[in-house]
């Protein structure tokens, strides 16, 4: 049985950024994941820096360069749970057992995980950062 765990970033709808954590239930049930949607799609074949922040169930950020996106809510879990099964993935995504594997089409250069919640100023200085 597939089933929501963890959290993850990715694109729906083309380019809509979606943002999600899951509580470890089956994936057909609403209350499995919570996620975030940016309301406005992103134009295509552009560099775009984001960064995601989940705090809780009722407080979940993007920001896209810089800017915090305005966010649409749905789904209706309250906890992260991880599974123990597999590895991370960076890039693609299973959305069952039978279709195939989707992959991001694009480039990643910096890829960063923090255990706690970034100020606005420490994400405008990581948008300023030079390479």
């Given at each position: ?86 590895v ?6 299973k ?37």
């Open positions: 049985m597939n089933s929501y765990s963890g959290v993850w970033m990715g694109f729906v709808y083309g380019y809509i950024i979606s943002m999600h954590f899951g509580n470890d239930r089956p994936t057909a049930i609403p209350s499995s994941r919570r996620s975030v949607y940016t309301k406005q799609p992103l134009p295509e074949n552009n560099w775009f820096h984001f960064v995601g922040i989940i705090i809780s169930d009722k407080i979940m950020y993007i920001y896209i360069n810089n800017k915090r996106a305005e966010v649409v809510y749905d789904g209706s879990a309250t906890e992260v749970l991880y599974q123990n099964v597999g991370p993935a960076f890039g693609e995504y959305t069952s057992t039978v279709l195939p594997l989707t992959y991001f089409k694009g480039a990643i250069d910096d890829f960063r995980f923090y255990n706690r919640e970034l100020s606005e100023r420490e994400i405008s200085k990581l948008f300023h950062e030079k390479y």
